[in-house]
């Protein structure tokens, strides 16, 4: 049992880095952007080549995915998101949704086009082993290293949004985007950072995808459905709370492939889902 | 551009034409064509009722099309039920489906309609592909009498049947306050429009539909690769074939899928792949400076050149 909670909290650290991107842009600037895994994808690749080409070490390579990411998302926000600025709350959510379910299509055929629909992962000397802590509990490396990284994200995050001026700016930008404007912050400029950010945070959690699980073309779209999720169990708005939804989730899954079996386990999340709408409906 | 007298003088001619098409003319690939045609079309209906007239965005259509399949596939063919039967029954089995989610989601406000339906059809593709990692055939006694003739008139009838059937809910009155909540939900909900209801009522007709056409593709193809039924090629596709033929008019899915499937025939060829990224780059482009579609921008370019005197959108 302690072993199941071990690797539910490694999974649940995982999911909150593929959704905390997700969660942040939509509190703040009522993005949803559902292509948010595609971007986790391309994440995933550039450290898959990056490792395989370069002979990088997939942790050591999270600065240059962060960096490619960035650019890509603020390339897309520029391009796509940004006209969508304009519209009322509604239809911007929704017109976000419509045209992230676009970029989705093109990014995961191009993904295929390029690389193949391969399964890769990425295997640096170190994967599979494992820490003895105490009998019966063996804690992968690999995923020690991902919660360090949760809670080095989380850190920084909270740092970023709350010591810094950017973050000041983001977070008034959140509560009034007019009166933000007008008492002089550029809210285009904060909206394009802010955007560009999540993507990079997609490409962290890309590189874990590829080191801890696997990479190919429509991965995005499965952790899609995690990061979707845990953003309904988190609510919008808490760095803190989306990963304790995502170690929600990681737990709930974990002790149901222990007694239901594994070919279940993405219902559970579909249940919880379906839980919190009617907890919320009544 | 709307139906009045003329538009039924016209429909009437094309589907009388449709109806002789395959005694005449039709060859065995063109066949094929017209019954993913008019798959299509079901489809680009169903999201067009729920997100062109209900303002409710569906990203999970997948999920009642597998549904709906699935229970063609066992209902008709390993119960042996009979055809007129296993269809409509199919197209329930969506609506059955779509109540898990719809009952909870639709009395809320906001995304949770549209990421519970991607939620529930990513999970289903998911969970299907882990419990039946096999593809499912027709029985070898039905592919001995296997004729794409019975295929075409179902999906013809189905197809005509479906398009008066969201014509008579667009003028009645349902179709009404679908628009006023589509429009202004708080107002509709002020002058006692019943949110919950109407909405539920555009959903039960997409996910019929979406059953529908289901049922429809396991009567058609002798073999389903088990990555088919749930596959989110059957949300993406309808939903670019409303939003580019023009989401919230009865003619938008049919344009619209006319064009998609002409699309996909000229660029299937010699770019494999690569059209379903031009489908998406379209999309993307119609959804944010396009939003009327064909149906939509037609009449403004004929204003513009002077052809006609006023557009009218319904």
Request: glycine share 12%; aromatic share 14%.
């Amino acid at each position: 049992m302690a072993q199941i909670i071990a690797y539910g909290i490694i999974t649940g650290a995982f999911y909150g880095l593929a959704a905390i991107g997700l969660s942040l842009v939509f509190g703040v600037m009522r993005h949803l952007n559902i292509a948010h895994g595609s971007l986790l994808m391309v994440g995933g690749f550039t450290a898959y080549w990056a490792f395989n080409l370069l002979h990088l070490d997939p942790f050591l390579s999270i600065p240059l995915v962060m960096a490619i990411l960035f650019l890509l998302g603020a390339a897309l926000y520029k391009g796509l998101f940004s006209h969508l600025d304009k519209l009322p709350e509604g239809q911007k959510i929704d017109n976000s949704m419509l045209v992230g379910f676009g970029l989705i299509w093109i990014m995961d055929n191009l993904a295929t086009m390029l690389w193949t629909s391969d399964v890769r992962a990425i295997t640096p000397s170190y994967t599979g082993k494992v820490w003895h802590v105490f009998p019966g509990v063996r804690l992968p490396l690999v995923g020690l290293a991902i919660v360090a990284l949760a809670v080095l994200v989380i850190f920084s995050l909270h740092f970023l949004l709350t010591r810094t001026y950017f973050g000041k700016a983001v977070r008034a930008t959140a509560q009034d985007r007019e009166a933000a404007n007008l008492m002089g912050i550029n809210v285009e400029r904060t909206y394009l950072m802010f955007f560009a950010l999540s993507a990079a945070l997609a490409g962290i959690a890309g590189v874990v995808s590829a080191v801890n699980y696997s990479v190919y073309p429509t991965v995005g779209f499965e952790w899609l459905l995690k990061a979707i999720i845990v953003l309904v169990l988190a609510g919008v708005g808490r760095i803190g709370r989306v990963f304790g939804a995502g170690l929600l989730l990681g737990l709930a899954e974990g002790i149901s492939v222990y007694f239901v079996g594994p070919a279940y386990r993405e219902v559970v999340g579909l249940v919880m889902f379906i839980l919190v709408l009617l907890r919320r409906s009544t | 551009m709307e139906y009045g007298g003329k538009g039924f003088v016209v429909s009437g001619i094309v589907v009388a034409v449709l109806i002789v098409f395959p005694l005449t003319l039709g060859t065995e690939h063109t066949l094929n064509l017209f019954v993913m045609l008019f798959i299509t079309i079901i489809l680009a209906h169903g999201w067009n009722m729920l997100g062109g007239y209900g303002g409710q965005i569906s990203l999970g259509n997948a999920a009642f099309f597998g549904v709906g399949l699935l229970s063609f596939h066992f209902l008709a063919w390993n119960a042996g039920l009979p055809v007129y039967i296993a269809l409509p029954a199919s197209g329930v089995s969506g609506v059955v489906l779509a109540s898990f989610i719809g009952i909870p989601a639709l009395r809320l406000k906001g995304i949770y309609f549209a990421i519970g339906t991607l939620a529930l059809a990513e999970a289903l593709r998911i969970t299907y592909g882990n419990l039946f990692p096999a593809t499912l055939y027709i029985p070898t006694v039905q592919i001995t009498t296997y004729t794409l003739l019975s295929r075409y008139y179902m999906g013809l009838a189905t197809a005509v049947f479906i398009q008066g059937a969201a014509y008579c809910i667009i003028k009645s009155k349902i179709g009404l306050a679908m628009k006023a909540i589509r429009d202004d939900d708080e107002a509709a909900d002020t002058l006692g429009v019943n949110l919950f209801k109407y909405k539920f009522l555009a959903l039960v007709f997409n996910s019929f539909c979406c059953g529908l056409a289901g049922g429809i593709y396991a009567y058609y193809q002798t073999s389903i690769y088990l990555t088919v039924p749930f596959s989110p090629q059957w949300t993406f596709e309808p939903l670019v074939a409303a939003a580019v033929g023009g989401a919230g008019t009865l003619l938008g899915p049919v344009i619209g899928s006319v064009f998609l499937i002409i699309l996909t025939e000229t660029f299937a060829l010699y770019l494999g792949k690569g059209y379903l990224i031009i489908f998406g780059a379209l999309f993307i482009f119609v959804v944010l400076f396009f939003p009327g579609g064909l149906v939509g921008t037609w009449p403004r370019v004929g204003m513009f050149l002077g052809f006609r005197r006023r557009a009218t959108k319904d």
